[in-house]
């Protein structure tokens, strides 16, 4: 069973910068690919970021992300992070972490993943 708990979220000016950060229990952190998520209202859950197992050597991102998000994790502290800059304010959402235990690369699909945190929302004022 692992545990997965969001922090970082807030409101932030268009233009800003947060990171966001999810700290997983459990010691076998680093055997889990890790997923980015956001849900804005009235809209489905959608895949934001993902890395890799281990080292983290291999990213995704989503399209509307790219160049802009960054994922990168500590295995050291069992977290994982999403640097957002360059923040519009159509990245407004609840943003879930979620780990996948059975596979070691990244899948942007939400099935793939079998924990899940209780989300943070971020804010983007125009």
């Known amino acids: 069973q692992v545990q997965l708990v969001e922090s970082g979220g807030g409101l932030v000016q268009a233009g800003g910068s947060l990171r966001l950060s999810c700290a997983a229990s459990?010691?076998?952190?680093?055997?889990?690919?890790m997923g980015w998520f956001r849900q804005a209202p009235g809209k489905e859950r959608e895949f934001v970021a993902g890395i890799s197992s281990r080292s983290g050597g291999s990213t995704l991102y989503a399209d509307s992300v790219k160049g802009r998000f960054t994922i990168s994790r500590d295995n050291a502290k069992n977290t994982v992070y999403l640097q957002m800059n360059s923040l519009k304010p159509e990245d407004t959402a609840v943003y879930y972490c979620a780990a996948d235990s059975r596979r070691g690369g990244v899948v942007a699909g939400t099935h793939a993943y079998d924990y899940w945190g209780q989300g943070t929302q971020v804010t983007v004022s125009s």
């Open positions: 459990g010691r076998t952190f680093s055997n889990y690919a």
